[in-house]
């Protein structure tokens, strides 16, 4: 493919590459209301949805009822007339696998269970699901039991610890699984059969809980992950079942290592295989995530694997790479790319609420956060964005249930086609890609190794994680590791997996081990200085080499930088800011195999480079940009101000003379809280959502004196939260 053809496929991504907002289905429902918020999502560039039933769904519709399908219907077959696409959700409301409390209801004997520790047992008075375990030296007993774990339901008075929330069910146990299924997937292909496999593409299951919510028992009495007849499979493997006792003493031993990889295969093979079954069986994906961000295993069961960023788990404050969470977005693309599955998913944006004085005000979320999580999602390969949330309705309390929305109820979503338009783009860039990571990073399921490979990131050499399972398809090729499609220089990891280490050395011995960053040999792009918030990835699309570049920071970053070109050609270096939809040229210089040139990133700044020839470079209309000038307002007059709506409104005048300035690019900065829409001689210019705010106006402005107004939108915290956040001119 062209460049010319390939940077018009970034301007207008197809639809395919489109979010999937999380369209929190919580109201009193009519036909004509879900149409309308239907056609207003495609009037805003969003073409797809997740239908998630959600807390405020009035008792008169009860769940999977002929009243509730008929709404779900109405909403797909919208979706079908307007070409749009609808993941359906797999519960009724998180998390997944209890139908609602349908399982427990139906049979008592699937609710969850957990493994605890009793002083004494009399099977008197317990059904036969609550057996012991093992006898214990001591006289006590390890003991199967209800855990009275719950799930967040649908209607008022369902939330954690209210009486009415559904029971969940043993995710472990097949019948269960079965049951669920039946209940729940069944129901909805009955009623949408003929949507399958076109607008219906994929079922959502969403953090399975094997406990259920608030059922991990007290400090003093915990419960551990278990289904009746588990202790069958570990004796199996060779464990002892009366070793368990470690898990209460907060101990490992041969034991506990093989119940926690049991438990991971067996939620594997009984839950999300099953699952996956059917939505193969009938045309579709399996979507959604699993419980944890460094759930890797599992992902081999998601038709597209994904993850969750919820809660700032991270966030700008806090950096991109501390914690276990800060290994999720490469956990779900490394594990797409392995499998050779196109497409990974985030549910992102989820209750990341900044906090005020140590509380976290609801919601008190910026364009400047949204586009920080979008950029680190993309940097880490994510390609399929799934917003959390759409509100069918915030009247009363479901404003408070887990905001922000992020869609129609938001500050921006007037001018939301520069969000959805960001999305596609970043979508369309990181699918039907081949990675250039040079390191495999050897890990496990919940090893993810995150403090090892923050110095990794903060190197810009970009790694793949391999888990362990994927070994027995890797071979050795001229002291190269091939795995699939990948191909990798060196290995990290090999060490810290001491059981494999013998069997690796002798099947791979001329692979390069590293145990640091620095051990990687030459980078595919360098900097002269360390610049530890910039974010890289490399990779080839439709035959261009790119490199996409992210500040993760708070400061502009400015440096020189380097790309290692394999030809002795001419090279030039095309451009695209895929969140202005702006394409120009980067003046470069060759020497010893390198291409050199000036890098500024800005605060919230991303920017993505191919390499390209120069024919392809002119035949694609790429241009060097003019050399910026600031405009500067003779001063900003407030003149409105509506409080309700969150906005103040200014104006200001800046002189301008054709002949003499038409050969810069003239920008206007303004220091402003939140949102910025600018005008310009009536002519409405464009939208800008964080500091520093900056616009070019060069093609709107006249001869003469040019009027200039801006409408300042603040934070709907302001309004919803009960916060009192400045907005306005700053």
Avoid at 289 to 294: G, T
Wanted: aromatic content about 12%; proline content about 5%.
């Amino acid at each position: 493919m062209g460049l010319s053809i390939l940077t018009e496929k970034f301007k207008n991504p197809d639809r395919e590459y489109t979010a999937f907002p999380f369209w929190f289905f919580n109201g009193d429902f009519t036909d004509e209301e879900i149409i309308r918020q239907i056609r207003d999502f495609k009037e805003k560039g969003i073409y797809g949805f997740v239908l998630h039933p959600r807390m405020g769904i009035p008792e008169s519709i009860p769940y999977l009822s002929d009243i509730f399908m008929h709404y779900v219907k109405t909403a797909v077959e919208t979706a079908r007339e307007e070409g749009m696409q609808v993941v359906l959700y797999d519960e009724g409301m998180y998390p997944s696998g209890s139908a609602h409390g349908m399982i427990a209801a139906a049979d008592p004997a699937l609710a969850s269970v957990g493994l605890t520790l009793e002083d004494s047992w009399n099977t008197q008075g317990h059904p036969p699901e609550e057996r012991p375990v093992a006898r214990l030296a001591d006289g006590k007993f390890l003991v199967c039991r209800h855990n009275r774990g719950t799930i967040r339901g649908i209607h008022f008075g369902e939330d954690d610890g209210e009486a009415k929330a559904p029971l969940s069910a043993d995710i472990l146990n097949p019948a269960a699984v079965d049951l669920f299924l039946q209940l729940t997937h069944e129901r909805y292909y009955a009623v949408l059969k003929e949507y399958f496999g076109t607008t219906v593409i994929g079922f959502f299951t969403d953090e399975p809980s094997i406990l259920g919510r608030n059922g991990l028992g007290t400090p003093e009495k915990p419960f551990f992950p278990w289904t009746p007849g588990l202790e069958e499979e570990i004796c199996s493997r060779g464990g002892r079942p009366e070793e368990l006792a470690a898990l209460f003493e907060g101990k490992e031993n041969r034991t506990t290592a093989i119940y926690r990889q049991v438990i991971t295969d067996r939620e594997g093979r009984v839950y999300y295989g099953k699952l996956s079954a059917w939505c193969e069986a009938h045309g579709i994906a399996l979507m959604g995530h699993p419980h944890q961000s460094d759930d890797i295993d599992v992902q081999q069961f998601f038709g597209v694997p994904g993850q969750d960023l919820a809660l700032r788990w991270v966030a700008p404050e806090k950096g991109g790479l501390e914690g276990m969470d800060s290994v999720m977005g490469k956990c779900s693309s490394d594990a797409a790319r392995l499998m050779g599955r196109r497409r990974n998913s985030n549910e992102c944006f989820g209750a990341c609420n900044r906090s005020e004085g140590g509380r976290q005000v609801p919601w008190y979320f910026t364009g400047s956060d949204m586009k920080w999580y979008l950029d680190w999602l993309a940097a880490r390969g994510v390609n399929l964005f799934i917003p959390h949330a759409f509100y069918y309705s915030i009247e009363g309390a479901r404003k408070e249930e887990r905001p922000p929305d992020v869609g129609p109820n938001s500050i921006w979503w007037g001018r939301y086609r520069q969000i959805s338009g960001y999305m596609s783009r970043l979508s369309y860039m990181g699918t039907d890609v081949k990675n250039c990571a040079r390191v495999a990073v050897l890990c496990d399921n919940r090893d993810l190794h995150w403090k090892e490979m923050r110095e990794f990131y903060e190197s810009q050499v970009e790694f793949n994680y391999l888990p362990l399972r994927f070994l027995e398809a890797c071979r050795e090729e001229n002291g190269k590791l091939l795995c699939g499609d990948q191909t990798y220089d060196c290995m990290f990891g090999e060490e810290k997996y001491g059981r494999l280490q013998e069997q690796l050395r002798e099947r791979m011995p001329g692979v390069k081990r590293i145990r640091s960053a620095a051990e990687a040999g030459r980078q595919d792009m360098r900097l002269q200085k360390p610049c530890p918030s910039l974010r890289l990835t490399h990779f080839i699309k439709e035959g261009k080499e790119c490199f996409f570049l992210v500040n993760e920071g708070e400061e502009t970053i400015s440096e020189t930088a380097e790309i290692k070109i394999t030809e002795d050609k001419n090279c030039c270096l095309a451009a695209c800011d895929l969140w202005k939809n702006e394409y120009y040229g980067i003046l470069v210089r060759q020497q010893e195999g390198y291409l050199a040139f000036p890098l500024e990133l800005g605060r919230r700044e991303s920017l993505l480079l191919l390499l390209c020839t120069e024919e392809e470079f002119r035949e694609a209309g790429f241009r060097y940009r003019a050399e910026k000038e600031e405009i500067r307002i003779r001063g900003w007059k407030l003149i409105g101000e509506k409080p309700h709506d969150l906005q103040k409104e200014y104006e200001g005048t800046f002189y301008w003379e054709k002949e003499r300035d038409k050969k810069k690019r003239w920008v206007l900065h303004t220091a402003a809280e939140e949102m910025v829409e600018y005008y310009v001689n009536g002519r409405f210019a464009g939208v800008t959502l964080w500091n520093p705010h900056e616009i070019e106006l060069s093609g709107l402005l006249e001869e003469g004196e040019n009027h200039l107004r801006i409408v300042v939108t603040g934070n709907p915290a302001n309004r919803y939260g009960a916060a009192d956040i400045p907005y306005g001119l700053l």
